[in-house]
């Protein structure tokens, strides 16, 4: 059964940058035809998936947030990561990291979920 726990500071000021940790047990990040994702929810908003990795390394992210995301892993943890640059007040939500086989566009249909860990941006 993989698990998934997000790790992270709760409050980032503006401009600075957003910097997330999922730490994986149950199974390994660099196997099993995996997508490691990342999905926010802004307060009173839906989901939006961010980005993910899949196992072999291989990178994808949203359109609209390329230019700031940047998704990463430290193979000998288990970990991957999340950094978001030049946040606003509007990237304040829940940071989610999730898994699954199934390709980025089909998120909602994956099993595994991390809590989720809040972020707040504000000054």
């Known amino acids: 059964q993989v698990q998934l726990q997000e790790s992270g500071p709760g409050l980032v000021k503006p401009s600075q940058t957003l910097s997330l940790t999922c730490t994986v047990s149950?199974?390994?990040?660099?196997?099993?035809?995996?997508?490691w994702n990342w999905i926010r929810q802004p307060p009173g908003k839906g989901l939006e998936w961010m980005g993910a990795?899949?196992?072999?390394?291989?990178?994808y992210y949203s359109p609209s947030l390329k230019s700031r995301t940047s998704i990463s892993r430290d193979t000998s943890k288990n970990q991957f990561t999340l950094q978001l640059i030049s946040v606003t007040p509007e990237d304040t939500a829940v940071y989610y990291c999730?898994?699954?086989?199934?390709?980025?566009?089909?998120?909602?249909?994956?099993?595994?979920w991390g809590q989720g860990t809040q972020v707040t941006v504000s000054s």
């Open positions: 999730t898994a699954g086989p199934e390709i980025p566009s089909r998120w909602p249909e994956y099993n595994y």
């Open positions: 149950g199974g390994s990040i660099t196997s099993g035809y995996y997508y």
């Open positions: 990795m899949y196992y072999s390394g291989s990178l």
